[in-house]
């Protein structure tokens, strides 16, 4: 008996979930973008063995990345006016396409032994413009997909678990096959993958959107979505921190191929298990939020989730051997993508749909707008102080920015709090 209502509470956990897999486009989108986000870490982990490769430069390996994510602070918070007043479907479908673009020709680059560093330059550019529309569009996306809206939170997490699955087996795999075939099948097959995800948008039956306000100046648009999101208490203290851990943290990650190479004595095999081990930790904190009823009680997560990958960085630094790395990357992954899933989902099930666009944009400047900035720093120090030390500061600052949101944490829950309690209104009166 025992063991059947074991099998039961089982089953009834997984149901609950895996809920958002009731909706057929939520499961094309969730399939789709599995493959192509396995793709693109991919091509991530094989540009940044790539340039390492050509120059011996870590100043280089920061240029790239500067250049790739510059345009998530220049032109995403007018990009999110924009994906407020275009159709979402419509727009993420030409984001996917270009991207698709854009692998196939790094992978000509390199196959035809052309490729250089100049090439790499303004190809990740132009990559970084297409993501600074295609982050927020796919964002907001979601809400177009899962037509209940307590379903949102899970839906949000799931995709925040698909995202670290990828990447967990994508820097695997590009291991593995740049020993054995190269770095530019790597890019061929993530130029296919594109393929998948934009074959499941076009199959899709998406209820047309309504757009308000399409003819406001874009910059009367985009002072209207910055007043809406910083006269907001937890959307704007969630949104700084964001900007302070992918200032301070997550820069880290370019300086991996380094630590790997001089410290570690590694290749890229070495470094594709690195950062797999850090997306299995991000993966089982994300399965995690996905089990949780709504985004209320996930402030307290928030601050918990920065101080344990400032721990985690601060062993790190001090590590020598590969499988101690490893395990502690697997904490580092847990806690910085528990926090920005977390932080993700408050965000999506508070915000009112019609700024949705222009709160998710600056949500992205926060954690990809600031990531070149932090990154060209991260690449300065570690070339004075050298990469452990830089990595070591970063994780003292991690644990700064936790304990400073902690103080504030309790208004914040209370505001989350009042805000799904007008969505309960709003929903018993028949609003969405």
Known sequence: MNNNNNNKNIMNGLKSITRSFGYRNYRLYFFGQAVSMTGTFMQSVTISWLVYGLTNSVFYLGVVEFVGQIPFFLVVPFAGVLIDRWNRHRTFIATNALSMVQAFIMAILVLTDKISIWYIIPLSLFLGLVGSFDLP???????????????????????????????????????????????????????????????????????????????????????????????????????????????TAWPTAVLMPVFVKEILHGGPQTLGFLMAFSGMGALAGTLYLASRKDARGLVKLIPLAVGIHGVALLAFSQSRSPGLCMFWLMFAGF????????????????????????????????????????????????????VPHTILICGFFCIAGSLIFISKSHLISEAVNQQFHKIEVSASMGGK
């Open 335 to 386: 806690g910085v993508f528990v926090q920005m899933a977390a932080s993700g989902t408050v965000l999506q099930s508070i915000v009112e749909d019609d700024k949705r666009g222009r709160v998710m944009s600056f949500f992205t400047v926060a954690f990809r707008g600031l990531f070149p900035f932090g990154s060209l720093m991260a690449a300065a120090l570690a070339g004075i102080i050298g």
């Open 137 to 247: 569009v796919r964002q907001s996306f979601v809400f177009n997909i899962v037509e209940k809206r307590e379903d949102l939170g899970n839906a949000v997490a799931l995709s925040n678990s698909m995202f670290n699955l990828a990447r967990l087996i994508g820097p695997s795999i590009a291991g593995l096959l740049i020993l054995a075939v190269g770095e530019g099948i790597c890019l061929v097959i993530n130029g296919i993958s594109y393929l998948v995800i934009i074959a499941a948008l076009l199959a899709m039956k998406v209820k047309p959107q309504k757009i308000e306000n399409k003819n406001t100046n874009i910059l009367k648009g985009l002072k209207e979505g910055y007043v809406y999101a910083f006269n907001s208490s937890p959307i704007k203290s969630i949104i700084i921190l964001q900007g302070f851990v992918s200032l």
